[in-house]
């Protein structure tokens, strides 16, 4: 194991990083749930980025997808689930409410050309690198 593997391990299991984690959620009203969803992955190369994002339980109509330079912002809302009469919870650990989640890609992105799909509860958002930031390739002329 390398020492920047043993580091990464440690910070994971730093009990007073955690702690600081959820006093900066909750003290800006959002739990930490709020923040971690939803959980993404992102993919570059020379010409696009594809952002994939687990949504279960989100409706995909529901989810807004916006691109300002080179800044992704997904948001949307999990409705809870609805109790019949006389129903109560025995344990609820699902989040649920209003999330807003904003990834910045190396590239600015050609909004007009942004492709949005989902399948079984994962977003899959296709974002073209915009021409203007795609690199040149230039001549050299001899004299």
């Known amino acids: 194991m390398l ?3 043993m580091e990464r ?16 959620a909750f003290s800006r009203g959002t739990s930490p749930s709020a923040i971690e969803f939803p959980a993404v992955n992102i993919w570059v190369s020379g010409d696009d980025a594809l952002v994939t994002a687990e949504i279960p ?9 916006s ?21 109560a919870y025995h344990r609820r650990e699902r989040w649920q409410g209003e999330f807003a989640k904003t990834v910045d890609l190396p590239f600015a992105i050609d909004a007009g050309k ?9 977003l899959q958002v296709k974002l073209p690198r915009a021409e203007a930031d795609k690199p040149k390739k230039i001549a050299v002329k001899s004299a």
């Open 57 to 65: 339980g989100v409706d995909p109509d529901s989810v807004d997808i």
């Open 114 to 122: 942004v492709e949005a799909s989902c399948s079984r509860g994962i």
């Open 3 to 5: 020492w920047s593997d």
């Open 9 to 24: 391990f440690g910070r994971i299991l730093d009990p007073w990083r955690e702690f600081e984690r959820m006093s900066r």
């Open 67 to 87: 691109v300002i330079g080179n800044s992704l912002t997904l948001r949307g809302s999990r409705q809870p689930e609805a109790l019949r009469e006389g129903e």
